[in-house]
């Protein structure tokens, strides 16, 4: 069996950033269908390495994938990504291929970027272990003490500025101004908020494995975050059985399409790949917001019905890594 390699540390395998949290789901479920035995790139015992970026002194002159989850196109440089850029595009050069993680990171990586060299790639959506994230199950509706007749959307994420949970609060109190308070809203992750507003229950940093009860306390999902490339907590949610709102911008889209499991809805200008002011993001246009949820809400048994759960499942994700990866060693 291939030994796969992957450059991460010790000390960032307890990180609970999106990419962390989806790469060691990805790499407990090669070791569970034997797909590959993974290894530390620390160390030389490897046959093939799955990277994020080329470490250099760990690689060992290995072949190696890169699984890209976007790249940064903030004009204001606010974290240095002009720097990370530069190393996963000299990275992509040296690889055997690229996995991207939404269609939306493929046309960003290639609009910021022209390759010397023809490399392999391909789009394969990040997913979710189903034997955790399902419907079924505990959840904590009544623990929270919501009532039957609450409409409850769930929202969820390392809360940074584009994420807009600003904006996700204002929408819920527009909601509640015209609809006598019966929408709720669960916000998991830690944040800075220190709003007030019996509508809303601030759960703080959730573990990832401790997610599920979360998300099946709420009716839907809604994820406002402005041009998000590939994120995880809608695939979580709507595993969950949550019908998902997205935006119409980023990977979002095409993530809720590939499953049926919701509406992307038309909240913002269409971004055309350039770069942008992404912490000062727009305010997203709250009357599609509002026509979209309240869809969602009067067909809610059929959108959850509709969910397609085999596109969430990390058991199909892991078996096209494996494909991508041994046809292109």
């Known amino acids: 069996m291939i030994r796969l390699g992957v450059n991460f540390n010790p000390f960032r395998m307890f990180s609970h950033s999106g990419p962390n949290v989806f790469l060691k789901r990805l790499f407990k479920d090669f070791e569970k269908n034997k797909l590959f035995i993974t290894k530390s790139g620390l160390l030389p015992n490897f046959d093939v390495g799955l990277y994020i970026i080329k470490k250099g002194k760990y690689d060992y002159d290995k072949p190696f994938f890169l699984r890209n989850g ?21 990275s992509a050069e040296l690889s055997n291929g690229i996995i991207f993680n939404s269609d939306f990171c493929k046309k960003t990586f290639f609009k910021f970027y022209t390759p010397k060299k023809n490399i392999p790639h391909t789009v394969i959506h990040n997913a979710v272990p189903l034997d955790k994230f399902n419907p079924d199950g505990i959840n904590y509706r009544t623990k929270l003490g919501f009532s039957e007749k609450d409409r409850i959307i769930v929202c969820s994420a390392n809360w940074r500025r584009h994420k807009r949970l600003e904006e996700t609060i204002k929408f819920l109190n527009i909601l509640n101004l015209k609809y006598n308070n019966i929408y709720k809203l669960i916000v998991l992750g830690k944040n800075n908020s220190n709003i007030k507003n019996n509508n809303i229950f601030f759960s703080g940093q959730v573990l990832p494995d401790k997610l599920p009860p979360w998300y099946r306390s709420g009716d839907i999902y809604l994820h406002l975050a402005w041009i998000d490339p590939g994120p995880n907590t809608p695939i979580e949610a709507m595993a969950c059985g949550l019908p998902t709102l997205g935006c119409n911008n980023g990977g979002i889209a095409e993530i809720i399409k590939s499953s049926n499991g919701g509406i992307a809805c038309n909240t913002d200008f269409v971004y055309n790949f350039n770069e942008i002011d992404l912490y000062n993001p727009p305010e997203p246009n709250y009357l599609n917001l509002e026509r979209d949820l309240k869809l969602i809400f009067n067909n809610l048994s059929e959108f959850k019905k509709n969910i397609k759960f085999e596109q969430l499942d990390i058991k199909n994700a892991s078996k096209k890594y494996a494909e991508f990866i041994k046809k292109n060693i």
């Open 70 to 90: 976007g790249i940064h196109f903030d004009i204001k440089d606010t974290i240095g990504g002009k720097k990370i850029n530069k190393q996963i595009f000299e």
